[in-house]
């Protein structure tokens, strides 16, 4: 591949990842990615996290091509083992009801809805918002000898460049419907952010003796050990304290109840209001604060827990409320039930980079609900 052609491939992977991309761009990608992915050279211009959405898009239109049994699709090594758990999107019974309805009863608007992109708000500690899709790359800020810097594949970094008069600034980090971003904070702790939510922090990290950090909605930490500072999340009245752990929280405000799942290490989750309560997490467990303020804990599939991180929708018996609550985040829709038929629960998977007719042409499949859009609205009925 040629240094033009090579920047026309990038430029291409970037319009796909901000849902820009025509249909005929989107073509020309598979054409190129399909030519190129198995040379080192040509794929090692492109993140994990791009590749990974490259081979999910592939991996997305297996059921386009099902009458092509011979052809092989190959996995680049690296993203296989993630990217063929994405590889089957089934609703029980209902994997063949959805090869065999090519006749969909779903109504919608000439523009389909793109899903969401990498994108996000940063507010310094001064008031001043910097759009992080519009920033240019490299340094974008820097506050009291901290520096904030845009990396090439779209993360926020932190770095302390001076050991001497670092404030504890406040930053928020803010992602809207329809975005999702990471961030390396100063301590190298990594934190996913899930759309619709915020995480607010210092920009030394360093309160009391503690990383300290405040979040709303919800969000996948990799947290750096450092036995000296443990690191403290704040979520709806609900703390969770770590020395140096994998694990993920969901406390959206629209929902009734935070969930904590623990991925790897250990965490202790506590909640204080009147009567002290608190719970010891081990790998693979989930706790649950309930509307009554109780903490329960159970053994989960942390995978489903995590689905979002990792490009998924997954559904274990979920209800249709809270699944249309998770695609209005993503989607950036506004979600109106005619009939009454939140609590009923469908099981399966689908990726999250489906444009949304996709993912409701599944959901109707199941035979639980019908769906209709107009504009950005998403009308669901018996």
């Not at 929280?249 to 009147?274: A, C, P």
């Not at 942390?302 to 490009?311: H, I, L, Q």
Request: cysteine-free.
């Amino acid at each position: 591949m040629s240094g033009k052609n090579q920047k026309e491939f990038q430029k291409l992977v970037q319009k796909y990842l901000d849902g820009e991309a025509s249909t005929e761009e989107k073509n020309a990608l598979d054409d190129y990615y399909l030519l190129f992915r198995d040379e080192p050279d040509q794929t090692s211009l492109l993140s994990d996290k791009q590749l990974f959405f490259l081979e999910q898009r592939l991996e997305n239109g297996l059921f386009a091509r099902i009458h092509q049994p011979s052809k092989v699709w190959r996995m680049w090594p690296r993203i296989a083992s993630v990217a063929a758990t994405v590889a089957v999107i089934v609703f029980g019974a209902s994997l063949f009801v959805y090869h065999k309805q090519q006749n969909t009863n779903i109504t919608t608007n000439a523009t389909d809805i793109t899903p969401g992109k990498i994108a996000a708000t940063l507010t310094l500690s001064n008031g001043k918002k910097i759009s992080l899709s519009d920033a240019a790359n490299g340094e974008i800020a820097k506050e009291a000898g901290i520096s904030v810097t845009k990396t090439a594949d779209g993360q926020i970094v932190y770095e302390i460049k001076e050991t001497t008069s670092v404030e504890n600034n406040i930053n928020t980090l803010t992602t809207s419907k329809g975005e999702t971003y990471v961030l390396t904070l100063p301590d190298k702790s990594r934190v996913w952010m899930n759309a619709a939510s915020s995480l607010t922090y210092s920009t030394s990290l360093n309160e009391h003796k503690q990383r300290r950090v405040k979040l709303d909605g919800e969000a996948y930490f990799q947290i750096a050990k450092d036995k000296a500072h443990p690191f403290i999340v704040e979520s709806k009245g609900q703390e969770v304290e770590v020395l140096g752990t994998h694990f993920n929280i969901n406390s959206y405000g629209d929902d009734k109840i935070v969930r904590t799942t623990l991925l790897e290490g250990s965490v202790k989750v506590v909640f204080q209001k009147g009567e002290r309560n608190e719970k010891i997490l081990k790998p693979g467990q989930q706790s649950i604060l309930l509307p009554d303020n109780r903490i329960a804990v159970k053994e989960v599939d942390v995978n489903e827990a995590v689905a979002w991180r990792d490009g998924k929708f997954i559904f274990d018996r979920e209800d249709m409320g809270t699944i249309m609550r998770k695609v209005a985040r993503w989607y950036n829709v506004e979600v109106i039930f005619e009939d009454d038929i939140q609590n009923k629960q469908i099981t399966g998977s689908v990726s999250r980079y489906a444009n949304l007719s996709e993912l409701l042409k599944v959901l109707e499949a199941t035979g639980r609900a019908h769906f209709k859009t107009e504009g950005r609205k998403v009308i669901i009925t018996k």
